[in-house]
């Protein structure tokens, strides 16, 4: 799910800071954060890195965390030039916070991708 929220901010957001204002930044911090926490748990339930319950606990901390911060952090500035986010999101916001909806209830769950029963 967090992959799906990292697709709808685009390329530009995980690539280059720029110029862009204090909350864009945290925004673009909390979505890497999220794309390493996931990329950190799906490597460990496809069997590439050996499970760490540690690890894992910990990345589903963070998803908890940055879940919940999601909407909030895309609430405001939606005609910022810079504010590396697509357009889509601000024109489907209902479609939007329910993917952060889902997400949020995906790492209670403990589940790591929608494709594990943790659509919503």
Not at 17 to 27: A, F, L
Not at 42 to 49: D, F, I, K, R
Not at 68 to 91: K, V, Y
């Amino acid at each position: 799910m967090a992959l799906l929220m990292l697709a709808m901010i685009g390329p530009p957001a995980l690539a280059d800071h720029g110029k862009v204002h204090r909350h864009v930044t945290k925004r673009i911090e909390s979505m890497q954060e999220q794309a390493v926490a996931m990329e950190t748990l799906g490597a460990m339930t496809s069997g590439q890195t050996p499970y760490d319950r540690r690890r894992a606990r910990q990345m589903k901390s963070i998803l908890a965390r940055e879940t919940r911060r999601t909407d909030n952090l895309f609430r405001s500035d939606r005609d910022d030039p810079h504010s590396h986010a697509r357009r889509d999101i601000w024109s489907n916001w209902d479609g939007f916070k329910h993917m952060t909806k889902t997400a949020q209830r995906a790492v209670r769950g403990g589940c790591a991708s929608q494709n594990a029963g943790c659509a919503g």
